[in-house]
């Protein structure tokens, strides 16, 4: 016997794929799961944020991000992005107007190097299967 009882509801998605097209099926998986849109309310601290601002955006399909936050130490913000492709990939990070600068960091959220940001954005080309962990300030 179950130890919750009752009625549930679940969806569910079957995605037919071969070893070659095996990203593109992970990569639509992940979207059906998981939705891009993040939202972030609070009652902690007075304020007002526009109902809609982009605070940064990324072109790759195969690129997920798995966290934003703020950074442990300080007022920076982290944004963890990974590829789920089996191949590298080219990425174009566009940053919202509160980032100016970036840097990447490592998972214990220590500088490893800054990015060059031109015009707002931020040209990287990540290795496959790669996780990147961001500061943006």
Same mark, same amino acid.
């Given at each position: 016997?179950?130890? #919750?009882l009752?009625?549930?509801?679940?969806?569910?998605s079957?995605l /037919?794929?071969?070893?070659?097209?095996?990203?593109? $099926?992970?990569?639509?998986?992940y979207?059906?799961a998981? /939705?891009?849109?993040?939202a972030?309310g609070?009652?902690?601290? /007075?304020?007002?944020?526009?109902?809609? !601002?982009?605070?940064v955006?990324?072109?790759?399909?195969?690129?997920? $991000?798995?966290?934003?936050?703020?950074?442990?130490?300080?007022?920076?913000?982290?944004?963890?992005?990974?590829?789920?492709h +089996?191949?590298?990939v080219?990425l174009?990070?566009?940053?919202?107007?509160a980032y100016?600068?970036?840097?990447?960091?490592t998972?214990?959220?220590e !500088?490893l190097?800054?990015l060059?940001?031109v015009n707002?954005?931020? $040209?990287? +080309?990540?290795?496959a299967? #790669?996780?990147? +962990?961001i500061?943006? #300030?």
């Amino acid at each position: 016997k179950g130890q #919750k009882l009752g009625s549930y509801t679940l969806e569910y998605s079957i995605l /037919p794929y071969s070893k070659k097209n095996e990203s593109d $099926a992970f990569s639509l998986g992940y979207c059906f799961a998981y /939705p891009q849109n993040i939202a972030i309310g609070t009652d902690k601290h /007075p304020g007002v944020l526009p109902n809609e !601002e982009d605070y940064v955006s990324f072109d790759n399909e195969y690129i997920r $991000a798995s966290a934003f936050k703020k950074k442990e130490s300080g007022t920076s913000t982290v944004i963890r992005l990974f590829n789920t492709h +089996t191949e590298s990939v080219d990425l174009t990070i566009t940053l919202g107007e509160a980032y100016k600068n970036a840097s990447l960091i490592t998972l214990g959220e220590e !500088e490893l190097e800054a990015l060059n940001v031109v015009n707002g954005k931020i $040209a990287l +080309t990540v290795p496959a299967k #790669k996780i990147l +962990t961001i500061e943006l #300030k």
